[in-house]
């Protein structure tokens, strides 16, 4: 399969040159668990900082002659497909890198907001980007290109990209006009076109604690195409999952401190990684947590979501996790859509009374791999959210003072505070609950280092102890139910769609493994999304 795809992508480019019961997560951990608010309780909707006039402004010319016939035109051969899928339109000659940017700015445009089926996804465009896609498209090759280039990507908004403020969907870093992060210089490296930024829950969802998930004050109120204002958006990376789920990139980046990418992947019918601390560079990104913390994509199938990740992976000199793994890399050449045989999984036996689950096991046993059930570890986590809020009151401070653009003023967590008092109505409709609760934290290094030990060896024992007793490879989960446990462990994992309830809300199977089995749980997800074929584009935007 490996030689396969290999031999594609090298003659695209040389053509180119000449009903379902849920089950509530009782361990949650996940960020998103700590608001209580319900998320359909909207006090703002739509944005009283984007204007959406502005935000077109640069596209007015590139886009006036851009037709709705066009659009449509473009439809069948871009619409839901793939990277190589698109890459071989590319070498046909049936598409250009300029003509499928500027579909995607045309879906955001007709979709995203102050309309009837707005998404709120979006919260800022690259004004350069149909410059760099005609860029692309002149480019003559020397070598075979990764199959990221010249495919539009959408960055969540608290990751640093040169020519776009970096927010985290704060007023206070309205003008947080910095450098690339160290992502967005492999992603550019790589031959990849940032698009835009996606909206996210404020401050990735560490910040107002009575909120809905999917709301910042920059951004919005990010809405779910599979249920408008029905379905919850999943937090932190909501903007990114929706983008990826109504097509309005090729793919999306995200962030997790514990379930902040799988959350809003599984809500939004897409692939969402969390990859192994430290695989992906986390320098130029707003933090919550320097122990927790990781970048990762959000794709609507597999195939996509190993090729993102490989135009990611890249060891960081400054970043205190970044990983020296050797030839990690040249994930998306080695997914083989082959049987599990042997493989060996274990289910939780408390989530088998939802039926897309009890499917998806199904599924995989027809694929030859080894289902083992489980009984829960019976583990507690405890003082997660004061290692949040010790790591978020220095780690913030230092992105402040290294990566924020010279325009911001607030230096630390008391400063933004204090931002947010000057215009609560508008900044902060939702109160800023945890930030205060950062501030009034406090620990000795001792304790802190005893609070990450008993995180870390609790996580691990949650997963190492059946593992070792049932001799598993990985475990199976929904959603981001394990997400806390297996952020602790500081283990991967890949949510999948696995179908939708009888309401139509998405449900994904997530697999969860040792670190730095990426390739294992790629392949595993690849396996299972070929033979289930369970994702549907959302109805009202195809």
Known sequence: MRLILLLLLLLLFTCKNSESNKIPNENSTDISAISTKDFREFQVLDSRYIKKKELWQAFENDLKNFSDEIYDSLKPLILDKDILQLQENVAKGKLSYELITKFYLYRIRKFDRENTLSLNAVIALNPNVIEEAIQ????????????????????????????????????????????????????????????????????????????????????????????????????????????????????????????????????????????????????????????????????????????LLDAMFGYDVNDTKSMETGNASGYYSELINDNLQDTRLGVFKA?????????????????????????????????????????????????????????????????????????????????????????????????????????????????????????????????NYHAGFAAVAEYPAITVPMGYTSLGEPEGLTFISKPLSERELLGWAYVYEHASKRREMPKNYN
Not at 195 to 221: R, V
């Open 136 to 307: 692309a498209d002149n480019t003559d090759f020397e070598a075979m290109p990764h199959p990221i280039f010249g495919m539009p990507i959408l960055l969540k908004d608290n990751i640093n990209a040169k020519g776009m403020p970096t927010t985290a969907g704060a007023v206070a870093l309205q003008n947080n006009n910095a450098e690339d992060s160290f992502i967005v210089k492999r992603l550019e490296e790589n031959g990849a076109i940032v698009l835009g930024k996606t909206n996210l829950s404020e401050w990735a969802y560490f910040f107002c604690g009575d909120c809905p998930s999917g709301y910042s004050a920059i951004g919005g109120q990010t809405l779910n195409p599979y249920g408008r204002r029905i379905f919850d958006t999943g937090g932190s990376s909501s903007g990114s999952g929706v983008a990826v789920a109504a097509n309005f990139a090729v793919a999306a980046v995200g962030s997790e401190t514990s379930g902040s990418i799988l959350s809003p992947s599984s809500q939004n019918s897409v692939v969402g990684l969390k990859p192994t601390i430290g695989l992906l560079s986390r320098s130029g990104i707003v933090p919550i947590s320097s122990t927790l913390d990781t970048a990762g994509p959000m794709t609507k199938n597999v195939s996509d979501n190993a090729i």
């Open 351 to 479: 989530l088998l009374k939802d039926s897309l689950y009890a499917q998806a096991i199904s599924d995989l046993k027809s694929n030859g791999a080894v289902i083992v059930e489980i009984e829960e570890e019976e583990i507690e986590l405890p003082n997660f959210l004061r290692l949040l809020n010790l790591d978020m009151k220095v780690d913030l401070q230092m992105y402040l003072s290294k990566y924020a653009g010279k325009e911001v003023t607030v230096k630390t967590v008391q400063d933004v505070i204090h931002f947010n008092q000057k215009d609560s109505v508008n900044i902060m409709p939702y109160g800023q609950k945890l930030f205060k609760g950062i501030v009034a934290d406090n620990a000795t290094d001792d304790e802190f280092l005893e609070i990450k030990n008993t995180l870390k060896n609790n996580g691990k024992r949650f997963f190492d102890n059946p593992m070792t007793a049932h001799e598993l490879d990985g475990f199976l989960s929904i959603n």
